[in-house]
């Protein structure tokens, strides 16, 4: 599942992507650069509550949560600024 969205950075509109990390659980969201697909950051589920939550919310919602908290904690900024990839908890 992949969801598209726009941030305001620097006065730009960017265009962003989300999308759930492979594996056979949905324990991490990667946020991307639209048009490259190049990561920008990782939000994982670590530790035990973020892992529940990750099994059994819904995939749509635990994307959206994610986008959230990486606009909220300026993890898209940074990464753009550094040039590293920005890692969270979920």
């Known amino acids: 599942?992949?969801?598209s969205f726009e941030q305001?950075?620097?006065g730009k509109v960017t265009q962003l992507c989300a999308s759930l990390?492979?594996?056979p659980t949905p324990h991490r969201v990667i946020i991307s650069l639209a048009d490259s697909a190049?990561?920008?950051v990782i939000l994982d589920a670590s530790g035990f509550?973020?892992?529940i939550k990750a099994e059994?919310?819904?995939p749509q919602?635990?994307?959206?949560?994610a986008i959230r908290k990486a606009e909220s904690e300026g993890?898209?900024?940074r990464a753009l600024e550094s040039g590293e990839i920005q890692e969270a908890p979920l």
């Open 1 to 3: 599942m992949i969801q």
């Open 56 to 58: 059994i919310e819904e």
């Open 21 to 23: 990390g492979e594996g």
């Open 8 to 10: 305001t950075i620097g």
């Open 75 to 77: 993890l898209i900024e």
């Open 61 to 65: 919602k635990l994307i959206a949560d």
């Open 38 to 40: 190049k990561t920008l």
């Open 49 to 51: 509550i973020s892992t």
